[in-house]
Nanobody, 126 residues
Framework: EVQLQASGGGLAQTGGSLRLSCVAH??????????IGWFRQAPGKEREGIAS????????YYVDSVKGRFTIYTDNAKNTVYLQMNDLKPEDTADYYC?????????????????WGPGTQVTVSS
């Protein structure tokens, strides 16, 4: 039932960088357009949308807190969406997930997305 697999998390220092990967099993980006989103959930907080991208059009959306620091991009040949995270802050510490929506092309609302995987943990230390 898990169709998207997030990986690449780990430990980073404040100001450091990590690159997360989301492999879209069972989805072929070359066949149609998908919107893939990155989300995170910190301890004691609700899941929040970070960034999303249209696999065919390349249009990307970001939550204000990561603008200028995070970049979402695709490698359609590999059915993979990446999240390059720069200038990491302790408040970026969370479990990160990716999901897909077929109808909400500019949404960062987690309720619009599905096919969640187990996520990958990011810890940013000071």
């Amino acid at each position: 039932e898990v169709q998207l697999q997030a990986s690449g998390g780990g430990l980073a220092q404040t100001g450091g960088s990590l690159r997360l990967s989301c492999v879209a099993h069972r989805y072929t980006f070359a066949e149609r357009n998908y919107v893939i989103g990155w989300f995170r959930q910190a301890p004691g907080k609700e899941r929040e949308g970070i960034a999303s991208i249209s696999t065919n059009y390349g249009s990307a959306y970001y939550v204000d807190s990561v603008k200028g620091r995070f970049t979402i991009y695709t490698d359609n040949a590999k059915n993979t969406v990446y999240l390059q995270m720069n200038d990491l802050k302790p408040e970026d510490t969370a479990d990160y997930y990716c999901g897909v929506t077929f109808h909400s092309y500019s949404s960062l609302d987690p309720t619009d997305f599905g096919s969640w995987g187990p996520g990958t943990q990011v810890t940013v230390s000071s």
